[in-house]
């Protein structure tokens, strides 16, 4: 069976031809048509979020563009080899938190951020949403905290399912980063309304509640 041209693939598709066939100019010009404008507004809006300005200046929006195409093709395309979704919304979710990465990657580089905590607090991934909200904290637990790379591990696991990238990005944007749902939805990555994203997070605490109450 011949391969689907790279214009008809899907996102999870052309992840594959891309990684598999990096010698293939087509996939890859296709690529950078197709995503170049999520990962520029994903720039723009980390910028944004961070008090940088609206947008970067065109020199180093071209280089922060730059950066996340590097990141996407090192390692002979490792990033993309490690993609695991099946969706348009969870390859679209992530690129997004790929360019959101390496935005604040950028910044923090240049001391234009404080450096990043070691460790999460769990009650600050919630805490503004009243007692129904809270993370069951007083129960026996050992730690209160959680390293990144611990809460990504958890929130997979919670998450499981054909949108699981998605919902992470959604839930680590919202929560960990502080984007309304306005500003989630203007990201481009989801068809999602700010109506439905409400309902996400909503349904997404409960799920995290609950690992925590069963496993702690």
């Excluded at 910044?107 to 600050?124: D, F, H, Q």
Aim: hydrophobic share 35%; charged share 25%; glycine share 6%.
């Amino acid at each position: 069976m011949s391969q689907r041209s790279p214009a008809s693939s899907s996102g999870p598709s052309l992840f594959r031809q891309c990684a598999d066939f990096p010698d293939n100019g087509d996939s890859w010009r296709e690529f950078v048509r197709r995503y170049t404008p999520l990962l520029a507004r994903s720039v723009a809006r980390a910028w944004q979020k961070c008090g940088q300005g609206n947008w970067p200046p065109p020199e180093v929006s071209q280089d922060l563009l730059q950066d996340v195409f590097l990141a996407i093709v090192k390692n002979d395309f490792a990033l993309l080899q490690h993609f695991r979704g099946t969706t348009e919304e969870e390859a679209n979710a992530y690129l997004a938190r790929t360019a959101i990465n390496e935005t604040i990657n950028f910044l923090r580089a240049k001391g234009r951020l404080r450096r990043k905590v070691e460790e999460i607090s769990l009650e600050a991934l919630i805490e503004d949403e009243g007692e129904e909200g809270r993370l069951p904290l007083h129960l026996n637990t050992r730690r209160h905290s959680l390293t990144e790379q611990e809460l990504i591990e958890i929130l997979e696991q919670c998450f499981a399912g054909p949108n699981s990238n998605r919902d992470v990005l959604i839930f680590l944007l919202h929560f960990r980063d502080g984007y309304s749902t306005s500003e989630i939805a203007k990201m481009g990555f989801s068809t999602l309304k700010v109506s439905s994203l409400n309902n996400l997070l909503g349904e997404l605490k409960k799920r995290l509640r609950k690992f925590f109450t069963d496993n702690m």
